[in-house]
């Protein structure tokens, strides 16, 4: 027997992908009582009956010391992004335990970022790693500069509609191959920005999934941040 079957077969014999499934709720109860304690809100806002959980994977980790263990990953998804072919997790449980059965420790993590839009966060970084040169009024990359910076003040005044036109607009002048080519440090995090908005007007209902959908945004994304990260690997 290979070692995918043996683990395989010691997941099923201690029922290890039901244990975790069982487990979270009781682990979130854990949390968001403890944090209540201190006036902080675990969910951040955030319904629990938007939560969807999914089986992950089993992972053996085998450390330097000889300790081996037995890794059961669970997949925390909202009901705001899930279909459509947009399943992105916003959690994870991870549940350890050792090639016995028995329980080791267990970890809880949370990423709201694709539900609550932080951004004040996306503005900072865009700053950081805008090239100052793609301010100058006579070179190509002002262009793409001015539509990001009309996106930003359009995000501020709730004006989502025109938020996604100008996102649209950034697009085409990413996918014309007569102009000239943006900084991948700068790209990226535009990029990571629309579709930040992407799916928080999306989520929040804030404009209808026909005028979301008719310039095909988050495709178009998908596909640039992959480009971009085959050039950088």
Not at 40 to 64: K, W
Not at 80 to 101: F, H, M, Q, S
């Amino acid at each position: 027997m290979n070692i995918q079957n043996q683990l395989i077969s010691l997941a099923d014999k201690y029922s290890l992908k039901k244990k975790a499934l069982d487990s979270i709720d009781e682990v979130i109860n854990a949390h968001v009582e403890s944090d209540n304690v201190v006036g902080i809100d675990y969910l951040e806002g955030n319904n629990r009956s938007d939560l969807i959980y999914e089986f992950d994977r089993y992972e053996l980790q085998l450390e330097l010391n000889g300790i081996s263990r037995i890794s059961t990953k669970i997949n925390i998804y909202s009901k705001k992004l899930y279909g459509k072919n947009i399943d992105l997790p916003v959690g994870c449980y991870e549940a350890w335990t050792d090639l016995e059965g028995q329980d080791l420790d267990d970890f809880l993590t949370f990423d709201w970022s694709l539900v609550n839009l932080n951004a004040g966060y996306f503005i900072e970084r865009i700053n950081k790693t805008v090239p100052q040169r793609y301010f100058k009024r006579n070179v190509q990359e002002y262009e793409f500069a001015t539509y990001v910076n009309h996106i930003i003040s359009l995000l501020q005044g709730r004006q989502y509609v025109l938020s996604i036109i100008f996102i649209k607009r950034s697009l085409d002048y990413l996918e014309n191959k007569n102009n000239k080519g943006i900084e991948d440090e700068y790209l990226n995090e535009c990029l990571m920005f629309f579709e930040q908005i992407y799916h928080y007007v999306g989520n929040h209902n804030l404009l209808n999934a026909e005028n979301i959908d008719r310039y095909k945004i988050y495709d178009r994304i998908r596909s640039l941040k992959l480009t971009v990260g085959s050039k950088t690997h």
